[in-house]
């Protein structure tokens, strides 16, 4: 089976640094994805990583360990336009499994 | 551009009603796919297609059927047998059937019922 835990809802301050934690446990893997969704809008792709280690991309970086099977998605200089759901999502067998998504919320 | 195209926004189902969702990309993608999400639950697979003329059924299927006549389109039927269809469906497409490829999203359908 899959299961994917992540918190509901986190909240930081605008300029500020917030780590997002997702933890999996399912029976294929063949790398992890983390999707930002601001409400009512449709997901977009932000990282994928299939090696242990920090992936950095601008002002997300994403970091997996595929040992202990958790990843997180780290955010730095928050802006009020980060406030959005971040949706973390395990791939194997030809399918996605998509966490709850954990809703951040910005404040000035 | 090349995207993906949902149709329409917002959609309402009166009771024993079949109604079809539209999902049209123009990304020369071969893989497609849909979802439901419900408020404070993950994307949940309904259905899924490698290629045209085929099709896999995702971890809740039932009450929905698909079809893949062409490469670009994969529409969602949502069949009265589904007896709680309100929700927000989303179309996505990869492409290929490697699971290393990103999927990309359509703007969604918001379904509810009369």
């Known amino acids: 089976g899959q299961n994917i835990d992540q918190p509901t809802e986190m909240t930081a301050t605008e300029g500020a640094i917030v780590q997002i934690n997702c933890t999996y446990q399912t029976s294929g893997f063949n790398g992890l994805f983390w999707y930002q969704q601001h409400a009512g809008e449709a997901p977009t792709f932000l990282s994928y990583?299939?090696?242990?280690g920090l992936e950095e991309k601008g002002r997300f970086s994403s970091f997996l360990s595929r040992s202990k099977g958790y990843s997180y998605l780290l955010l730095k200089e928050l802006q009020m336009k980060d406030s959005a759901s971040y949706l973390c999502?395990?791939?194997?067998?030809?399918?996605?499994?998509f966490g709850t998504g954990t809703r951040l919320l910005v404040s000035p | 551009d090349g995207g993906i195209t949902q149709s329409p926004k917002y959609l309402f189902r009166k009771e024993g009603q079949n109604v079809t969702l539209s999902c049209e990309q123009n990304l020369n993608h071969d893989a497609m796919y849909w979802y439901r999400q419900d408020p404070g639950q993950g994307l949940r697979l309904i259905y899924y297609?490698?290629?045209?003329?085929?099709?896999q059924k995702g971890d809740i299927a039932e009450g929905y059927s698909v079809s893949r006549e062409k490469k670009e389109s994969f529409p969602l039927t949502v069949t009265s047998a589904q007896k709680n269809p309100t929700a927000f469906y989303l179309c996505a497409s990869s492409p290929t059937r490697g699971e290393s490829q990103p999927q990309h999203f359509g703007d969604g359908t918001r379904l509810s019922i009369l």
């Open positions: 297609s490698q290629i045209v003329n085929d099709f």
């Open positions: 999502a395990v791939s194997g067998f030809q399918k996605l499994v």
């Open positions: 990583n299939v090696l242990d």
